[in-house]
């Protein structure tokens, strides 16, 4: 092969090479900056979930390895992967980073069936909510709002749920102890402080996993996307 042909069939490889790469990322829409924490293919990444920040602490490394062995289990036989969907059967527990995080921001589309319920927990903590503004006046708020805060405000500022059955997308900031939110492009909290559910006399833990969570139905998820921060950004 000449010179010539030679460097032509390694240009034209890296070029397959970067096409290739670039259609990859476009299926997943990894933002610039960010890393998927879902490769659409398995669960690679996620563990199920043992009890909670709270009492995790107080579990000696054997009692946690244990446990997380047979929640992990669990989890596999609930959760699982459809044409680069993760599905929730309904039963089990929360589906839960491997990491644990501080200051994030992330990406993740959802969608929920008629009277559907889930969140995000955020540091191992409850949680943006997710459900069906159609079910009933509490619901009526719509999704994105901090629903287990007493102090602080709970509820979004706007209604911004698709239409049940349609994906929706959150983009979600932590920083330190407060959140911002944006539900289908649209602001839903405002720097809030998200309260520390696990122990109401304490502020928000530093750090923690992230947490697809469980409510008894049918759920998917795709496209969740983190980028770590900066204790000043």
Same mark, same amino acid.
């Given at each position: 092969?000449?010179?010539?042909?030679?460097?032509?069939?390694? %240009?034209?490889?890296?070029?397959?090479?970067?096409?290739?790469? %670039?259609?990859?990322?476009?299926?997943?829409?990894?933002?610039?900056?960010?890393?998927?924490?879902?490769?659409? /293919?398995?669960?690679?990444?996620?563990?199920?979930?043992?009890?909670?920040?709270?009492?995790?602490?107080?579990?000696?490394?054997?009692?946690?390895?244990?446990?997380?062995?047979?929640?992990?289990?669990?989890?596999?036989?609930?959760?699982?992967?459809?044409?680069?969907?993760?599905?929730?059967?309904?039963?089990?527990?929360?589906?839960?980073?491997?990491? +644990?995080?501080?200051?994030?921001?992330?990406?993740?589309?959802?969608?929920?069936?008629?009277?559907?319920?889930?969140?995000?927990?955020?540091?191992?903590?409850?949680?943006?909510?997710?459900? +069906?503004?159609?079910?009933?006046?509490?619901?009526?708020?719509?999704?994105?709002?901090?629903?287990? $805060?007493?102090?602080?405000?709970?509820?979004?500022?706007?209604?911004? +749920?698709?239409?049940?059955?349609?994906?929706?997308?959150?983009?979600?900031?932590?920083?330190?102890?407060?959140?911002?939110?944006?539900?289908?492009?649209?602001?839903?909290? +405002?720097?809030?402080?998200?309260?520390?559910?696990? @122990?109401?006399?304490?502020?928000?833990?530093?750090?923690?996993?992230?947490?697809?969570?469980?409510?008894?139905?049918?759920?998917?998820?795709? $496209?969740?996307?983190? /980028? @770590?921060?900066?204790?000043?950004?």
């Amino acid at each position: 092969m000449s010179y010539t042909r030679k460097f032509l069939a390694i %240009a034209l490889s890296a070029a397959l090479l970067l096409a290739n790469q %670039a259609a990859a990322d476009e299926t997943l829409k990894v933002p610039k900056g960010f890393t998927a924490l879902f490769n659409g /293919k398995d669960l690679s990444g996620w563990k199920g979930l043992v009890g909670n920040p709270k009492t995790r602490a107080t579990m000696s490394e054997e009692e946690l390895a244990a446990a997380q062995k047979t929640a992990d289990e669990s989890m596999r036989a609930h959760w699982s992967v459809e044409e680069g969907v993760i599905v929730f059967d309904g039963k089990g527990q929360s589906l839960c980073t491997a990491k +644990d995080y501080r200051n994030f921001e992330m990406y993740v589309d959802w969608k929920i069936k008629e009277k559907g319920d889930s969140g995000i927990y955020l540091r191992g903590t409850p949680q943006v909510q997710i459900w +069906d503004p159609n079910d009933g006046e509490r619901n009526a708020v719509g999704s994105g709002g901090l629903f287990n $805060n007493q102090k602080h405000p709970s509820t979004p500022l706007v209604v911004a +749920d698709n239409p049940i059955g349609e994906w929706n997308t959150f983009y979600i900031k932590m920083v330190g102890e407060k959140v911002t939110i944006k539900l289908n492009g649209k602001l839903v909290v +405002d720097e809030v402080v998200l309260e520390n559910y696990w @122990e109401r006399d304490k502020p928000i833990y530093e750090t923690g996993q992230i947490e697809l969570q469980n409510h008894g139905n049918t759920l998917y998820f795709r $496209n969740v996307f983190v /980028k @770590e921060l900066p204790d000043n950004a």
